[in-house]
């Protein structure tokens, strides 16, 4: 059973730091690219970074660079995102998801497998 398990979300304050991870099983996910999306309420869901199968390569949104920083543990299946200078507009469900091919994409559609999401709220 393939399942993909984020964890790391919370309160913070405005300007504060966050570390989500995603920890995947169930296949092997090692040479796939991975990709972490966000949902505020009443949003549609939206891209936030993509990293590639071996962690060499990432893609993100505008509104996060610079901020945020993907990365990926092989041996651990796992990938991590690092969230910096959070702002309030960063409040979001965050999921994380992995993709069907090496392919850095930010469409949801590219991503055949989600995780069930974590919170993260930034307060003003």
């Known amino acids: 059973q393939v399942q993909l398990v984020e964890s790391g979300g919370g309160l913070v304050q405005a300007g504060g730091s966050l570390r989500l991870s995603c920890a995947a099983s169930g296949r092997d996910f090692s040479t796939v690219s991975m990709g972490w999306f966000r949902q505020a309420p009443g949003k549609e869901r939206e891209f936030v970074t993509a990293i590639s199968w071996n962690g060499a390569n990432t893609n993100y949104a505008d509104s996060v660079k610079g901020r945020f920083t993907a990365s990926r543990d092989g041996a651990k299946n796992t990938v991590y995102l690092q969230m910096n200078s959070l702002k309030p507009e960063d409040t979001a469900v965050y999921y994380c998801?992995?993709?069907?091919?090496?392919?850095?994409?930010?469409?949801?559609?590219?991503?055949?497998?989600w995780g069930q999401g974590t919170q993260v709220t930034v307060s003003s």
């Open positions: 998801a992995a993709g069907r091919s090496g392919v850095l994409s930010s469409m949801p559609r590219w991503y055949d497998y």
